[in-house]
């Protein structure tokens, strides 16, 4: 029996795309420029819609992630993965760390989180 086609998660790719672009102070349209897509196919992630393969590969080289990152990884919790995404996106998209202090910093994060995590109360979100 085959096992279903994994979807993008195209929320998730929205969020990142948006914190990127806020981050770096620039419109939809300039980063689609950048990216090297339309800023039609932008605005239909925006809307949910799928993006092909092509264009998910541009996006995700933009962003400096792998396509497997917006494909769901089903033991995170919805709010850690939102917020370590949050943090490798803002990460990547500094020009004043170089990759090592990058990987350093997202390290020093994730642990953080799942100390965090690990140590509250059970009755706190």
Partial sequence: MNSPAPTVDVSRLVKVL?????????????????????P????RLKNG??????????????????MDEFLGEPTKTETETE???????????RHDLDDADKQYLESV?????????????????
């Fill in 18 to 38: 948006e914190q990127r672009i806020d981050s770096t102070g620039g419109s939809w349209r300039q980063a689609a420029a950048k990216i090297g897509v339309s």
């Fill in 40 to 43: 039609s196919l932008l605005s």
């Fill in 49 to 66: 819609q799928q993006p092909d393969l092509p264009a998910f590969a541009k996006i995700t080289a933009w962003l400096g992630m792998t």
């Fill in 83 to 93: 917020l370590q995404t949050a943090i490798t996106a803002l990460l990547r998209g």
């Fill in 109 to 125: 994060f994730t642990a953080t989180i799942r100390h965090i995590r690990e140590v509250r109360p059970k009755d706190r979100p």
